[in-house]
Structure formats: structure tokens, C-alpha cells
């Protein structure tokens, strides 16, 4: 029997999609920053956001947190160091189409699937995003939910969490892989609060955002039979013409 303070994921997904609208505005006041655990996560969980910001002539900033190479490992035409560089360049060409110019995004240069969760690469994460926080007078922070179920994006939470304690600013969570949580899996969350943003009329550029990430599907890197691929199931989920923001 679950208790007060747990509920399944499809309890949770189903709360998500019946949250209340707010205006961009609403959810995003002032400048933000939107941490990626990897390159197309910004994309794929709040590409909406960032069109709808950009169009009110307040690009985010965009913050890929790993570097993205792990996805595709026996790959011998994309090694490591080329295929780091493949999705910083994919991550700049979203944040294009998305609005916001390549000088306001930036890497923390984590290895992709390692993302610290304590210890000094996790403090020095923390001060190379303040830095940013200050730098750009960012209002709000943006992060991937600390349900997802893959280490980089809980990495990226506590990351934020912490970020925002230092520095005092707003903070919102946006699922990605949640969306794909089996629904009896149970979660230690007693509510789910948070508003959803009408992205009906920006969702074909986030579809072109989400498409620049041409490593993540199955035409471009072809020697790695085993590498990552963007599931139809999330493309789908990350189709709606809504995006969730969940509170702390």
C-alpha cells in the first residue's frame, strides 16, 4: 500500500498533464538558465520554453552539463573526442533554431553517463554555474527532474538545487525520461506541483530543434549497432503541445 508521501508514475504523469496553464511569463520571469544533462535535453524537455523566451526577446542560457559522448562507445567513426565535439555543434544549432545565439550557450564538460552527485568535480560545477547565474542576472533555473530515470538528469537536479540555495534564484524542474516511467513504479513524491506552458504555436521549431540532433537517430553514426537512439515512445511524449514545469 503506498503511504502519504508516495504515488505511482502514472499517478504522477497523469497529475502532470492536468496541471494548470501559465504564461511564459509566468513561468519564466527575467532571464533564465536551463541546465541539459546532455545535448538535446534542452530541446527535448523545454525547446517550447526557450522558442516562446527567445521570441519575447529573452534568450535563455543554455548549459549542456555532460559532454554527450557516451552514446555512442564502439563507434569508430564518431571516437570520443569527435563525437563530443558533433553534439556540442548539434547544441548549438538547437539553441539557433530555438532563438538564443551560440555566445549565450555554454559546457561544463562532464563525461556523459558521470555527472557527480558530490566531491569536487560536483563543487566545481557548481561555481562554473553561478558564475553563469551572476553573469547573465538569471531570475529562474531550469533543470532536468530529479525522477528521470538516468543518472546524469538526478546529477542535474541536485546540481541545480544547490545552485539555487547558493544564489538565492527560482527553480522549476521539466521531466524527459519520466514521461516513460513504468506506471506502477512508485515514487517518493507526496504531490506533484508545477504549470504547464501552450507551446502549440512554437512546437515546429522545437521538432526542428529536437531533429538537429542528427547523431541521436539512426542516420548518422551507423558503425554502432549498440548506440544510443531517441525512442519514438519520448519523441512522441516530447511532441505535445504542452511542457511541464514542476516546483522544488
Not at 558503425?223 to 519523441?235: E, I, M, S, V, Y
Request: some cysteine; charged content about 20%.
Amino acid at each position: 500500500m503506498l503511504t502519504a508521501t508516495a504515488m505511482v508514475a502514472g499517478e504522477a504523469q497523469r497529475r502532470m498533464r492536468a496541471l494548470p496553464f501559465a504564461t511564459v511569463d509566468e513561468i519564466a520571469p527575467g532571464n533564465s538558465l536551463i541546465l541539459a544533462p546532455h545535448p538535446d535535453d534542452e530541446s527535448l524537455g523545454c525547446g517550447g520554453l526557450i522558442a516562446m523566451a527567445s521570441a519575447c526577446g529573452r534568450p535563455p542560457v543554455i548549459v549542456g552539463v555532460t559532454d554527450g559522448a557516451g552514446s555512442h562507445p564502439t563507434s569508430r567513426s564518431h571516437p570520443p573526442a569527435r563525437l563530443r565535439a558533433t553534439r556540442a555543434a548539434e547544441l548549438r544549432a538547437a539553441a539557433a533554431i530555438l532563438g538564443s545565439g551560440a555566445e549565450r550557450v555554454h559546457f561544463l564538460g562532464l563525461a556523459d553517463t558521470r555527472a557527480p552527485l558530490a566531491g569536487p568535480d560536483f563543487d566545481a560545477a557548481v561555481r562554473a554555474v553561478v558564475a553563469l547565474v551572476r553573469r547573465y542576472r538569471i531570475a529562474t533555473v531550469f533543470a532536468s527532474w530529479r525522477f528521470d530515470p538516468h543518472c546524469d538528469h538526478a546529477a542535474t537536479a541536485a546540481l541545480a538545487e544547490v545552485v539555487a540555495q547558493v544564489v538565492g534564484v527560482r527553480l522549476a524542474f521539466y521531466p524527459v525520461w519520466g514521461w516513460l516511467l513504468p506506471q506502477d513504479e512508485t515514487l517518493p513524491v507526496a504531490s506533484i506541483a508545477g504549470r504547464r506552458l501552450d507551446i502549440a504555436a512554437v512546437l515546429p521549431n522545437k521538432r526542428r530543434a529536437i531533429a538537429a540532433h542528427r547523431s541521436q537517430y539512426p542516420d548518422l553514426i551507423t558503425d554502432d549497432p549498440g548506440g544510443f537512439r531517441l525512442p519514438g515512445a519520448l519523441l512522441s511524449v516530447c511532441e505535445q503541445p504542452f511542457e511541464v514545469f514542476l516546483a522544488p
